[in-house]
């Protein structure tokens, strides 16, 4: 057996396209600032490419007499695998959870690095362009139909200074409707600062009212609930 023979055509196309597929997605989750981005939906990618690889070609080409090999067996694994990494990137505050977007993105891309080493490119580079039209088109679409029954606004502010009395002020004269939908303490930053979620219904102009909030002494951070994971 020649253990320096070179890979075929197909196997180098299945992880260049592995790659390239992959890296679209990373690129979105990078764009939009989430904890996986390229680096790591490629890796996961290839990775997962590879492993099919070895499954299909390379663990049959080392065995000898009538030894058999099920194909599905390392490939299985990786589905498993992949979920310890998914896993990574969700965690919880209080009653919301956060980053489970990403972790289905890596899901995916695991799924594209098989299909890639499958060689069923077409299917690989359909999942992905379903995947742009999810979150370019459907995703945003929905957002927009559900938006007439309020908005959700998520704001980090430091307590005891009167900020939510002040920011529920603003938000009134600004012509909204406001509704506490849950307080908590923040997880992640110190000083005794809080996380509010207001449902707003009703006014105009939420992009002047968002900048309001983001230079408001006391606010630490605000952003919109489809912005939340």
């Known amino acids: 057996m020649n253990f320096f023979a070179l890979p075929s055509l197909g196997q180098v196309l299945a992880i260049a396209l592995s790659f390239v597929l992959t890296a679209t997605i990373g690129i979105e989750r990078e764009l939009r600032h989430k904890d996986a981005g390229i680096r790591t939906h490629v890796l996961v990618g290839m990775g997962s490419c590879l492993f099919t690889l070895i499954s299909i070609a390379g663990a049959p080409a080392v065995l000898t007499g ?90 980090s502010y430091s307590e005891g200074q009167g900020v939510l009395r002040a ?22 930053h110190e000083h005794h600062e809080a996380v509010v979620d207001i449902r707003l219904k009703g006014g105009r102009d939420v992009d002047s009212l968002m900048s309001w909030l983001s230079e408001y002494d006391g606010v630490v951070e605000v952003k919109l609930a489809d912005e939340a994971e």
């Open 66 to 155: 009538n030894m058999r090999w099920d194909a599905s067996r390392i490939a299985a694994q990786v589905v498993s695998g992949i979920g310890f990494i998914g896993a990574g990137v969700i965690w919880f505050n209080h009653d919301a959870i956060r980053g489970l977007t990403t972790a289905s993105a890596i899901w995916v891309a695991a799924a594209i690095g098989m299909a890639c080493g499958a060689q069923m490119f077409l299917l690989a580079v359909l999942v992905v362009v379903a995947y742009f039209i999810l979150v370019l088109v459907v995703a945003p679409l929905f957002y927009k139909i559900t938006r007439r029954a309020g908005q959700i606004v998520e704001i």
């Open 167 to 188: 920011v529920l002020l603003e938000i009134s004269q600004r012509g909204f409707e406001s509704q506490i939908v849950s307080v908590r303490q923040s997880k992640f």
